[in-house]
């Protein structure tokens, strides 16, 4: 693991010597403590020490962003970053979202030299509810909660359970790639492939729908949306995992057993030599819309096209009148619909040169005036087309 912190920091570090090389040094590296939005990736233990190094050589500060997995969300620790170790120390932290528990309140915590030398450029932070009482006792009361009811201890209780029943489903379900993740901070990778590890996208996005209708909210996340991604409120009890496991594994099952029944048609096509293209089938299969009949109607495409080019000509002899009569009762109705838009528009023009002032109404005159007296003309044109594309 630390050979991994080392390659992945030393990317960090090309990027700081670069930028010395064009700018003369380093603004500021800023980063989630895990990254949430990149797919629920939980940093290589010292990562953050060797990259704040480099940073911080380069002449830039550090700021770790705690918004989505602070307050906490990972268990053993308060704050996601020191879980890098003891002697990780942001220079700027920012905060939200679980600080107020749903009441819009957030958070900058830097060191005083920062804050003064903010100060001293002339520029002026200014906030109207900054500050204000009533946000600052709920966020208060959010951390009475947290440390009263013991939140950090039960979000380390249930993640564990989360992740050891996580770790079993991917023993089951082989579209798990890998669980990863920390206290209820946690991501499912799911992979159309284990071998090549081929995103499951759209997999992501039918499960992520599914759950939503049997009232479970996820969302997928990371380059490709094909993370599942595990982030309850931390008074979320192991009840709740119980039930989130159970309807997850039923989903996929469901899945699982779709795609069974389409390799079955398969099958059976290849035994009566048929040939089908398994590629297309496997796209239809990922978006949820498979059935036996759709695929027996894409095997035997050319044989429908065959016999619909017998069926044409008797269709035209038998069903040729009443298609006539179909064509005109469609002009018809659109005739009437047109006219009633037609007249509607009519009477609000009328309404809007009534409530305008004498200086405009001379362009309304002439505006009505052009509606009466062209309205009708590309209306006709219009229905007369309509007829034309019905009868054709």
């Not at 233990?45 to 500060?61: D, E, M, N, S, T």
């Not at 915590?109 to 946000?135: D, H, L, Q």
Request: hydrophobic content about 40%; aromatic content about 8%.
């Amino acid at each position: 693991m630390e050979e991994l912190s080392e390659k992945y920091a030393d990317e960090v570090k090309l990027l700081c010597e670069k930028a010395t090389k064009q700018s003369g040094g380093v603004c500021i590296f800023l980063a989630e403590s895990m990254q949430s939005c990149g797919g629920q990736i939980v940093f290589p233990p010292g990562y953050l020490r060797q990259v704040y190094k480099h940073v911080r050589a380069a002449g830039g500060l550090c700021l770790a962003d705690e918004v989505q997995v602070g307050f906490g969300r990972v268990g053993s620790h308060m704050w996601a970053f020191q879980t890098q170790g003891d002697d990780i120390v942001p220079d700027i932290v920012t905060l939200g979202k679980p600080m107020g528990n749903g009441h819009p309140v957030s958070a900058v915590i830097t060191t005083r030299k920062i804050a003064e030398r903010f100060g001293a450029t002339g520029m002026e932070y200014f906030n109207t509810f900054g500050g204000n009482p009533v946000s600052t006792a709920i966020a208060d009361a959010v951390l009475d909660v947290i440390e009263n009811e013991k939140l950090m201890e039960n979000a380390t209780n249930v993640g564990n359970y989360l992740l050891q029943e996580f770790n079993c489903l991917k023993q089951k379900h082989t579209i798990i790639g890998d669980v990863r993740g920390r206290g209820m901070f946690l991501g499912l990778d799911l992979v159309r492939n284990r071998e090549t590890r081929e995103p499951a996208t759209a997999e992501a996005a039918f499960i992520n729908k599914r759950l939503k209708e049997q009232c479970v909210l996820l969302s997928c996340d990371g380059p490709y949306a094909n993370v599942l991604k595990f982030k309850p409120p931390i008074v979320f009890s192991v009840e709740d995992a119980k039930e989130l496991v159970k309807k997850l594994d039923s989903v996929m099952l469901e899945m699982e057993k779709a795609e069974n029944e389409v390799n079955g048609v398969l099958e059976k096509l290849s035994v009566n030599g048929t040939t089908v293209n398994s590629s297309s089938h496997t796209q239809s299969l990922r978006n949820g819309q498979h059935n036996e009949i759709q695929v027996k109607g894409e095997v035997n495409a050319k044989q429908c096209d065959a016999q619909c080019t017998i069926w044409k000509p008797q269709f035209s002899r038998r069903y040729g009148l009443n298609r006539v009569i179909y064509s005109l009762l469609s002009a018809s109705m659109c005739t009437m619909i047109n006219l009633y838009i037609f007249l509607v528009f009519q009477i609000n023009c009328r309404f809007m040169l009534s409530v305008h002032v004498s200086k405009h109404s001379l362009k309304y005159d002439k505006y009505i005036k052009y509606i009466e007296n062209y309205g009708a003309r590309p209306l006709l044109v219009l229905l007369l087309s309509m007829a034309c594309c019905q009868l054709g």
